[in-house]
Structure formats: C-alpha cells, structure tokens
C-alpha cells in the first residue's frame, strides 16, 4: 500500500482557488492513476468492510467519485447526496452555515429506510459543515449513519470537531 505521505505526490495543491486564500485540493492526478485509483478505494473502504453499511451516500459532486466505487466494494447500495434543486423526486433538505451565507443539501425522501445503515464519503474534510449536514440529513430519514468517510482531511480547519457524535476516517491529513 502507498503510505498517505507518498499519496500526496497525487493530490495536486492549487493556490487561489476557487478564491484567495484557500488552497485548493485537487484529486484529479489521483484519480487518472488506475493502480493508485485502486488502491484509494481499497483504503476508504477498509474501516467498513468488517461491518458494512446498507448504504453509501456521497456528496455531490466529488464524493461520488470514491462513493459509487466504495459502494460497489462494499456490496452496499448508493445514494446521491445533491445540491439543492437538482433531483427530480420529493427530496428532504438541511441547511448548513458558509463563510458568507448558507447552503443546503438535499436527498430524495425515500432513499433510506428507517435503521438502514449509512456511511457518508465525502472527497476533502475542510470546516466538516458539509459532511455534518449529510450526517443530520440521514438521520433525519432515520439512517444508523455508521461513520464519515472522506479521502483528505484538512486538519488545521478543525473540521472534525463537528463530527464528534460519528466515526470519522481520513486517510491523507494536512
Ligand atoms: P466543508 O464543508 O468546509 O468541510 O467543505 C467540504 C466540501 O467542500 C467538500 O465537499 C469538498 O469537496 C469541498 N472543499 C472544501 N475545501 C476544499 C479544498 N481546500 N479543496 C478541495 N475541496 C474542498
């Protein structure tokens, strides 16, 4: 297995983006690397294998990438975890707080059944109010959320004291 020092060589690190200030985190090298592509899903999936989820649900749009595979690796369903306004069927919305503003997230309303259990992957843990919605979202249609998974966690952003009530399973940390 590539150790998550050596995984970084993958992850390129774009300044500036999508503003000042933020570097941006970008999987695309990593992900167009089959062998190291491969082996990341093995990663994400490894916490869940032992006691898998029902369901994975993912968060638009880059944790569909890693979530659709993990899914599949895990022998669990998928469930897409979507901006607002874009699924067609009755849906169930949470908000949550940004640097200026809020942002909601939305799921069709009969994705999960009451005690279906639920892993929520994500692609990058930044300040964790995305991955803390997904959590709120599920458990508002009565999902056992098993755990976070996300690929990059962002540690100096203190993502993770939002996610203090769930297991939260990063594999590469800044
Ligand atoms: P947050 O809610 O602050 O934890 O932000 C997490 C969401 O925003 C994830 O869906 C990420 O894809 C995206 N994101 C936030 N910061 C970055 C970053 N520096 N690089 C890449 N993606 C990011």
Redo the contacts with the bound molecule.
């Keep these: 297995m590539t150790s998550p020092e050596d995984l970084k060589k993958y992850v390129r690190d774009v300044p500036d983006y999508p503003q000042k200030g ?4 970008d999987i695309t090298p990593l992900l167009g690397e089959k062998t190291i592509f491969r082996e990341v899903v093995e990663l994400m999936s490894r916490a869940w294998s032992a006691n898998p989820p029902d369901l994975v649900a993912a ?1 638009e749009a ?2 569909f990438i890693p979530g659709a595979a993990i899914a599949v690796k895990l022998g669990a369903g998928f469930v897409p975890i979507r901006k607002t306004g874009k699924l067609p069927w009755m849906t169930v919305m949470e908000s ?1 707080e940004l640097e200026y503003g809020t942002d909601q997230l939305e799921v069709h309303s009969d994705a999960v059944q009451p005690g279906q259990k639920v892993l929520i992957v ?10 803390s919605a997904a959590v709120r979202l599920m458990r508002k249609l009565g999902a056992d959320v098993v755990g976070v998974q996300v690929l990059i966690e ?1 540690g100096y ?1 203190e ?1 993770r004291q939002r996610l203090q009530d769930v297991k939260l399973v990063s594999e590469i940390v800044y």
Aim: glycine content about 20%; hydrophobic content about 50%.
């Design positions: 933020i570097i941006f985190r968060i880059r944790g949550y994500d692609d990058v843990l930044a300040t964790g109010g995305t991955a962002l952003l993502g």
